[in-house]
Every structure is written in structure tokens, then in C-alpha cells.
């Protein structure tokens, strides 16, 4: 059974948003250290972003100012709002849950 499971990805032109979405199941608490990540064929799986349980967020240097990291409770579910998207962030983004439990990903395609 699938515990994490992202959507929102797509194509969009550079400059534009997308928001995507990870609904855990209702056996994990999403109240506790999250993250996502992104990863390119050919290239290591890069750490994005991070929620702690405190509700504390960081982000990495290339996505700092125009991505955001949240939380929903009450429907169990991560966000990652995606600002001013450029060509360099098309991947496929996986939400992470501090366990060890990783989402099967959702792809962002950003044209130039």
C-alpha cells in the first residue's frame, strides 16, 4: 500500500508556479520531519526543502525565495509551492518522510 503520494507536477513556461501536493496515509504523522527532494537523470537526488515537526523550514541555496515548504494537518498533507520556476528546476520531486519512506515522485517540466 502506497503511504506517500505526490501530484501537481506538469509543464509550465519559465516564470510561472506550480504548487505539488504529498498526501501521507493516515498511519504517518506528517507533524514531524519531512522533506523534499528532487532528482535529474544522470545526477544524485538533491535536497530541496525541509519542514521540521517544530514547523521550522530550510531550503536549499538554488531554490531559497521562490520555493515554499508547508504542511496542511488536517489533510494530512506537505506542499511545495514552486515560484518563479526555471528551466534548471524540471525533475522529478519526491516528498520524504524522516523514517525513511519516500513518495514514487511527480515530474516538473519548466520551458524556456
Known amino acids: 500500500q502506497v503511504q506517500l503520494v505526490e501530484s501537481g507536477g506538469g509543464l509550465v513556461q519559465a516564470g510561472g508556479s506550480l504548487r505539488l501536493s504529498c498526501v501521507a496515509s493516515?498511519?504517518?504523522?506528517?507533524?514531524?520531519?519531512m522533506r523534499w527532494f528532487r532528482q535529474v537523470p544522470g545526477k544524485q537526488r538533491e535536497l530541496v526543502a525541509t519542514?521540521?515537526?517544530?514547523?521550522?523550514?530550510t531550503y536549499a541555496d538554488s531554490v531559497k525565495g521562490r520555493f515554499s515548504i508547508s504542511r496542511d494537518s488536517a489533510k494530512n498533507t506537505m506542499y511545495l509551492q514552486m515560484n518563479s520556476l526555471k528551466p534548471e528546476d524540471t525533475a522529478v520531486y519526491y516528498c520524504?518522510?524522516?523514517?525513511?519512506?519516500w513518495g514514487r515522485g511527480t515530474q516538473v517540466t519548466v520551458s524556456s
Open positions: 520524504y518522510h524522516y523514517t525513511g519512506l
Open positions: 493516515t498511519s504517518i504523522n506528517i507533524i514531524s520531519l
Open positions: 519542514i521540521a515537526s517544530s514547523g521550522s523550514t
